[in-house]
């Protein structure tokens, strides 16, 4: 299946195509409101899309109720640690709206709050390391192997060294000289925050704490450079990586139905938080 494709509408980012099935916009540049919210329509239109689905600051987001979107999930001062971001949507199909295998979402929301704790322990990082542009193909041979299919062309090395250059951060951790677990911290340093995606660990190496120990080391490489806010977009119906989130001291800011293509099928995905500073 062919990715999404990554355009631009005056000043704004968006990805559309039949792989997710939507209108994604990632990046709003609010010098394009309020003609971007129908230019989303239009888009979907055209293309028989049956979702629409944005991230924009809370000052924004009466454009896009207006409009017929809800706000699916809320992350406090996720905007340069100023006001909320909102994650967006407005559904073009009754089948898209529905809430599909709530019953596991709901599980996997109760097994994560079970291991979620106040203060996140101290987390050895030492085994992980900053990846660079030589180490794109073997980046690549890991998520072809994890993902049957993904949201962007992770599994191609020239998308991995492309998006180095766009601020996002890749870390790993070898066993023997072999790659063995990656993630990735896709920074926006005009919202002061982080998402924390893309991660992978080969079956042979997983339930040994590798996702916990990228998140930690890929946090502290966000305090540094100033970041306020870290968050996911998870999978929703993954016991593993929620309590992952949950362990670390995320917080569910909500859940976006039937969001995401991974594996083969749309999934819906929880949308978890950290505040990075404690003022």
């Known amino acids: 299946m062919q990715p999404d494709r990554i355009v631009k509408i005056g000043n704004s980012l968006l990805q559309h195509g039949p792989a997710n099935d939507r209108v994604y916009l990632m990046k709003l540049d609010e ?7 129908d230019e989303m329509d239009d888009m979907a239109l ?4 049956s979702k629409l689905f944005a991230k924009v600051p809370a000052g924004a987001a009466s454009w896009f109720t207006s409009k017929d979107f809800v706000n ?3 992350v406090p001062r996720m905007y340069r640690g100023e006001s909320a971001g909102c994650f967006m949507s407005k559904f073009l199909s009754g089948e898209r709206a529905a809430k599909l295998n709530q019953d596991t979402i709901e599980d996997v929301h109760r097994v994560a709050n079970e291991k979620s704790i106040v203060l996140p322990p101290t987390i050895d990082t030492t085994d992980v390391v900053r990846l660079g542009p030589e180490h794109a193909k073997a980046m690549a041979g890991v998520y072809a192997r994890v993902f049957e299919s993904y949201p962007f062309p992770i599994e191609d090395p020239e998308y991995i060294r492309e998006a180095m250059k766009e ?3 890749f870390y790993g951790i070898f066993l023997d000289e072999e790659l063995v ?4 911290a896709e920074v926006d340093d005009s919202w002061k925050c982080a998402e924390m995606t893309d991660f992978a660990t080969l079956p042979q190496c997983r339930g040994k704490g590798a996702a916990g120990k990228l998140l930690s080391r ?3 490489a966000m305090e540094i450079r100033g970041i306020l806010t870290a968050y996911t977009i998870a999978r929703a119906e993954s016991h593993g990586m929620n309590s992952v989130f949950s362990k670390a001291g995320y917080s569910l800011a909500g859940t976006l139905r039937n969001n995401t293509q991974i594996g083969g099928k749309l999934e819906s995905m929880n949308v978890w938080y ?3 500073h404690s003022g």
């Open 31 to 37: 010098q394009d409101l309020p003609d971007i919210v």
């Open 72 to 74: 699916e999930a809320r």
């Open 181 to 184: 677990a990656v993630a990735s």
């Open 46 to 49: 055209e293309h028989g899309y």
């Open 274 to 276: 950290r505040s990075l």
């Open 167 to 169: 601020n996002v951060l």
């Open 218 to 220: 890929m946090e502290s």
